[in-house]
């Protein structure tokens, strides 16, 4: 069974640039969760949808935001980046539910990095 | 304070001895606890999901919850050098809606 994937591996761009990271789910499974991995900072939650719903929403900015689409993939833009934005992006799925406490799976995650 | 805390070591042992990892936690309405493995820029690996307190054995990870004392700990037997990653905790609650709360990681490092 294929496990989530994220595209692409490393993403470089400079700081006010966007950027768009992408994710696909465990067969099966119907809810993505984003999470900012910075150095030194740990796992910080950004998103969690399920559907294609926004269901939470971690404490980040406004330019952090997403999607979920009809096959249940996921993508996270990333407006006017900042150098602090730099860090690897995870994304994770899980059965799905509304409670959101069922186990996540990671993927390999996006290294972003913004100069 | 943070809401989960975790000594982030690094813990070093040597092989075939038994790892001991643990985390402390404030908010009591958590149920649910999770230990991952995370090598070096990977993504983490689910190793334990567990609900509410008790123990739960797989293999050679033992995960047990004190919610009376909010404190999980997971123990690794006969560790091996491929064991050397950062283990991180989770937690969730009822009203956590998707969002698991990480410890900070231990980095553990076993020596041949």
């Known amino acids: 069974e294929a496990g989530v994937t994220q595209s692409p591996t490393h993403l470089i761009k400079t700081r006010g640039q966007q950027a768009t990271l992408r994710c696909s789910p465990i067969?099966?499974?119907?809810?993505v969760y984003w999470y900012q991995q910075a150095l030194g900072l740990g796992l910080q939650f950004l998103l969690w949808y399920d559907e294609g719903e926004e269901r939470n929403r971690g404490n980040f900015p406004p330019r952090f935001s997403g999607r979920q689409f009809p096959n249940y993939s996921s993508e996270l833009n990333v407006n006017a980046l900042e150098l602090e934005d730099s860090a690897l992006y995870l994304c994770?799925?899980?059965?799905?539910?509304?409670?959101?406490?069922?186990?996540?799976?990671f993927g390999p995650g996006t290294r972003l990095t913004v100069l | 304070q943070k809401e989960v805390e975790q000594d982030p070591g690094p813990l070093s042992v040597p092989e075939g001895a038994i790892v001991s990892l643990n985390c402390t936690y404030s908010?009591?309405?958590?149920?649910?606890f999770m230990w991952y493995r995370q090598y070096s820029r990977k993504g983490p690996e689910l190793l334990m999901y567990?609900?509410?307190?008790g123990n739960k054995e797989d293999g050679r990870f033992t995960a047990q919850v004190d919610k009376s004392s909010k404190y999980i700990s997971l123990f690794i037997r006969d560790s091996q050098p491929s064991d050397s990653a950062t283990y991180l905790c989770a937690m969730s609650g009822p009203d956590s809606w998707g969002k698991f709360q990480f410890g900070a990681g231990t980095q553990v490092v076993v020596t041949p």
């Open positions: 567990t609900y509410s307190s």
């Open positions: 067969s099966g499974h119907t809810s």
């Open positions: 908010n009591s309405a958590f149920q649910y």
């Open positions: 994770a799925s899980s059965a799905g539910g509304t409670s959101g406490n069922e186990p996540q799976f």
